[in-house]
């Protein structure tokens, strides 16, 4: 397996505003070291700028969003739909177009366009066409990856339901778009082939960081750097040098970084047993997830 010399861990938000709260960048070295906050309140047109022009060489980069939409259940995105995207490319191409004229990557426009407004829960439409013939549905439509997740101790949300502060989909939907504009600038596994050289950006989901640190399901968030480093020991990384209180952000992606650092070498977390060239082409997949 390939060696990489950069881990940065992007906790993403889709929040609205120019700037994000709830958007943090840390990098870890190859070489060793603490992992390294990013300090800065970001905006997501920053973050494409550096994934773009400005990351360092060699990288592994990890999104917490999901880079697909569920399609194995129904045989499609948006069933029913004339227009509906083949492949994951398309699909962020085409939440893109919806929403060109929306700043900040934002995706309200998208969800709230006529066309696929219907498929998901946002608390005034029931999501009416939430459901397909093929599948059930109990707590949404899940990608085949999610359902991986779940398999592991984890409970993903679906994509398709914007209700809640649990909820995932405007995230998800905000960070399609920023793949969108970086197509030809970075490749992004598996829905692209995994380069022999280079960077590559990788789906990451930070509960299942903190679940091989030791945390379990339920208190996957540290919101203090005496249990963000309790973690980061159990992955063999140095500790942070901050005390007190912390937002769960800031330890989402410190602790995921070293987690990438910690694991990216091994072949397995490249080949899970659910990974088919047609998930990888239409819902991606999420590092880690075996």
């Not at 696929?116 to 066409?129: A, K, L, M, Q, S």
């Not at 399609?176 to 197509?183: D, E, G, K």
């Amino acid at each position: 397996m390939r060696r990489f010399e950069n881990f940065l861990a992007i906790d993403w938000s889709g929040a609205k505003g120019k700037k994000q709260k709830g958007i943090a960048l840390a990098l870890a070295d190859a070489s060793g070291g603490s992992p390294v906050l990013v300090e800065h309140r970001w905006s997501r047109e920053e973050v494409l700028a550096v994934l773009r022009d400005d990351l360092p060489g060699n990288t592994l980069v990890g999104l917490d969003l999901g880079i697909g939409l569920p399609h194995a259940d129904c045989g499609a995105y948006f069933p029913g739909l004339p227009e509906s995207p083949a492949d994951a490319p398309a699909l962020w191409q085409f939440i893109d177009d919806l929403a060109q004229d929306e700043p900040n990557l934002g995706a309200n426009t998208f969800v709230g366009d006529s066309s696929v407004r219907p498929y998901f829960r946002d608390g005034i439409e029931t999501g009416v066409r939430f459901r397909c013939d093929r599948a059930e549905h109990g707590r949404g439509r899940f990608r085949v990856t999610e359902q991986a997740q779940a398999a592991m101790g984890c409970k993903p949300y679906s994509n398709f339901n914007l209700v809640g502060a649990a909820q995932v989909g405007k995230s998800s939907l905000t960070g399609m778009r920023m793949l969108h504009h970086l197509r030809g600038s970075l490749p992004v596994w598996p829905i692209d082939p995994f380069p022999e050289t280079g960077s590559v950006v990788v789906e990451i989901y930070t509960s299942l960081a903190a679940l091989e640190a030791g945390r379990s399901a339920a208190k996957a968030k540290m919101r203090s750097y005496e249990a963000l480093n309790d973690a980061l020991a159990t992955l063999g990384s140095p500790p942070v040098q901050d005390t007190g209180e912390v937002d769960d952000h800031t330890t989402d992606a410190l602790l995921t970084a070293a987690w990438l650092r910690a694991v990216a070498h091994e072949p397995e977390r490249w080949d899970p047993a659910g990974l088919t060239p047609a998930i990888a082409r239409t819902e991606g997949w999420t590092f880690g997830a075996l």
